[in-house]
């Protein structure tokens, strides 16, 4: 009985590690670390934020112009936007996560990750 609970425990263990790597927002290269946030340029045109210049922090994002944004007319857009004008104000570093940054579109997660 002893053996089957160790058996079943270390099978949860790897079956949990695999689902949370596949979801983990700190896969290689989808993050990106704004260690200064006011030198983010960004635009707000109609419900869109658009961030200009990401390719300054982490050269493999897309460069300049309107590649990654905050979608306003949501409220995970809101508060990601909110979000990141709080650590713009107090300096602290920020990070982003996008599922595919080699592509333009939103940007997925916003934080301390």
Aim: glycine fraction near 8%; proline fraction near 4%; charge should be positive.
């Amino acid at each position: 009985m002893k053996r089957l609970c160790i058996r079943l425990s270390v099978t949860a263990g790897v079956l949990l590690g695999s689902a949370f790597s596949l979801v983990s927002p700190a896969s290689a290269g989808n993050t990106i670390v704004i260690t200064d946030p006011s030198a983010v340029k960004y635009g707000i045109q109609g419900n869109m934020v658009y961030l200009r210049n990401l390719s300054d922090f982490d050269s493999s994002w897309l460069p300049c112009c309107y590649n990654y944004w905050f979608d306003l007319s949501t409220d995970g857009g809101r508060a990601m936007f909110s979000t990141f004008l709080s650590y713009r104000l107090s300096g602290q570093s920020l990070t982003f996560y996008k599922s595919s940054w080699a592509t333009s579109g939103p940007i997925d997660i916003v934080g301390a990750l």
